[in-house]
């Protein structure tokens, strides 16, 4: 059994991460796998590996603000034996119709090498761009080069397998899931990131923490992914203040782009779970920033998974058990289940307080009218999102209408 059959086999099954089930007398035991083909160059200087790109006539996929502030220009520079178009029509949670544009650029200019420059969505974007390119234009992408240069730390997308395509029409997100969108190559050079607003490193940065988190406790979660999500979790408490007080901390910014990649590395093999659901649901009606609307519901999420009201046998669930590991290893009193759980999750509003991320939907402004009448729309929406298979807890319609009346405020 693969990867993807095991997320889904495992959820249904109840089976809580890594530990085994007692199955008619005998443990049951579900093959995993933990692999990433990527290659990823990071630190200072990581762009000079561009330089080893020659002859090829490249498709630059980016926004308009990358392009405003010199982040393209840098790159292209790096490209001087190179023919070059720059396709800058990206945008936020991108729709359906950029992909199509960037498709049509694609075949214009007969790109060889596609460069993602920018952030999730831009990478989002330039994987469904390739991956459609392939299928519909016949080009063989497994040959083709591809390079990812994140410029935010926050979703993990030049290591992952999904990207996220929205359908503004409906206000719908969709995750796309397939290893043909994994790029090959990952660029992460901190010069990059250093133009983010504050805000901006703020929700990208929660975005990773919540990537690590969910996965820590997801269904799917195992040995592997469980390494990566522990240290990323230690980096992003550590350099996010940093990095959002100061962006020109090229260490801080370093440690982040790193803990963003290793935080993509182990959902892309563990999943994620119900709050990237709810926060595809609520993003995707409200356009709120992504990883914003992911802070804002960690907390609330963390609680109900943890369940600790729901004792069995003595023992408190899995998700609460490795929710108080964390805390330990953050240092954080947890003398107890119970101690360790809250004072975790103290501490995420406390970092959410210093990010100025707003705690409820009321203070960030939505409109109130409209977020009751959606409760049931979104609730239903969150639970259908594939992201929500491996969750630890399962969870009715009741329970993510809630949970949304909980960061509503």
Known sequence: MGIRETRQAKADSGNPGAVPLAVGGRMEVFMQEFSFSTRIFFGEGALERLRRVEGRRVLIVTDR????????????????????TVFDGVVPDPPIEVVAAGVDAFAGCQAETVIAVGGGSTIDAAKAIRAIAKKVLHVETDKME???????????????????????????????????????????DPYLTASAPSSVTADAGMDVLTHALE???????????????EKAISLVFRF????????GDLLARTKMQNASCMAGLAFNSAGLGINHSLAHAIGGKLHIAHGRINAMLLPKVMAFNADLSHVVGGEYSVAAKKYQRIAKIMDFPAANVRLGVSNLIREI??????????ATLKAWGAD??????????????????????????????EDAVALIEQVMG
Do not use: W
């Open 368 to 397: 109130m009218a409209q977020v009751r009448e959606l409760r049931g729309e979104l609730a239903e929406a969150a639970l259908a999102d594939a992201t929500y298979a491996t969750n630890p807890r399962r969870a009715s319609k």
């Open 349 to 358: 509003e406390r970092l959410n307080h210093t990010l100025k991320i707003p």
């Open 240 to 247: 996010l203040p940093l990095a959002y007080r100061d962006g």
């Open 65 to 84: 603000f990358m392009v405003q502030i010199g982040a393209v220009e840098k790159v292209v520079s790096y490209l001087t034996r190179c023919e070059v």
């Open 215 to 229: 996965a820590y406790v997801s269904t799917n979660a195992n040995d592997f992914s469980d390494a990566m999500c």
């Open 146 to 188: 591809c390079f990812a240069v994140p410029t935010t730390s926050g979703t993990g997308s030049e290591v992952t397998d999904y990207a996220v395509i929205t359908d503004s029409a409906r206000g719908v997100k969709y995750p796309l899931d397939s290893q043909a969108l994994r790029p090959p190559v990952a660029i992460l």
